[in-house]
């Protein structure tokens, strides 16, 4: 079946501009995860969304950042004013519940100039 | 301390040896386990979960759970060059519905 999928797979953009990611999860999975992978580094958990309740945003590293999930399906990362340092691969996770395994999108290469 | 732990590596090990890599979680009502292999310039892929104590086997790969030491660990057998990638360890608190993945171990396999 169709796994996550992520678009755009690369985006440039310049210093200021905003710009939105896009997350289409496995179907019928109710937890969807959003992750930060700067180069050479770890996961970042940036937030998480759980069928109908209330996300966990935890993790947005400022108010720049925010995350909606419509009709418990796809969801949109948006970064507005972007800085040099939000620069990295932006990966997006499904799971049937939280206390699944998790399945990954193949990633947004955000480059901000 | 960080709630997962691995060994950031490298480990370099020749091809045909095993390959073992370890995890410690903090957390001790963490429940669930998972292993990532993530090749360079991809995105991670689950290899195995476990969730109770001992070992699970699958193909080369067995992962390994001691609750009572908060350890998980994945000993790959007749490692491949193939195999070279980070390894992500991943745990779950049920309770909690948290997860948390360690920062990755990263496996050279030597021709």
């Known amino acids: 079946g169709a796994g996550v999928s992520q678009s755009p797979s690369n985006k440039v953009t310049e210093k200021g501009k905003d710009v939105e990611l896009r997350c289409d999860p496995i179907?019928?999975?109710?937890?969807l995860y959003w992750y930060r992978q700067s180069l050479g580094q770890g996961l970042e958990f940036l937030i998480y969304?759980?069928?109908?309740?209330?996300?966990?945003k935890s993790g947005l590293p400022s108010d720049r950042f925010s995350a909606e999930r419509t009709g418990g399906s796809v969801s949109t990362l948006t970064i507005q004013r972007t800085q040099q340092e939000d620069s990295a691969v932006y990966l997006c996770?499904?799971?049937?519940?939280?206390?699944?395994?998790?399945?990954f999108g193949p990633g947004t290469r955000l480059t901000v100039t | 301390q960080k709630e997962v732990e691995q060994n950031s590596g490298p480990l370099s090990v020749p091809e045909g040896a095993i390959a073992s890599l370890n995890c410690t979680y903090s957390?001790?009502?963490?429940?669930?386990f998972f292993w990532y292999r993530q090749y360079s310039g991809k995105s991670p892929e689950l290899i195995m979960s476990?969730?109770?104590?001992g070992d699970k086997e699958d193909g080369r790969f067995t992962a390994q759970l001691n609750k009572a030491s908060q350890y998980v660990s994945l000993l790959i057998r007749d490692s491949q060059p193939s195999d070279s990638a980070t390894y992500l360890c991943?745990?779950?608190?049920?309770?909690?519905?948290?997860?948390?993945f360690g920062d990755g171990t990263t496996l050279t396999v030597k021709p």
């Open positions: 969304f759980q069928g109908n309740s209330a996300p966990d």
């Open positions: 996770a499904s799971s049937f519940t939280r206390d699944d395994e998790q399945y």
């Open positions: 957390d001790r009502v963490s429940q669930s």
């Open positions: 179907s019928g999975h109710t937890a």
């Open positions: 991943a745990v779950i608190n049920t309770n909690a519905g948290k997860s948390t």
């Open positions: 476990i969730y109770s104590n």
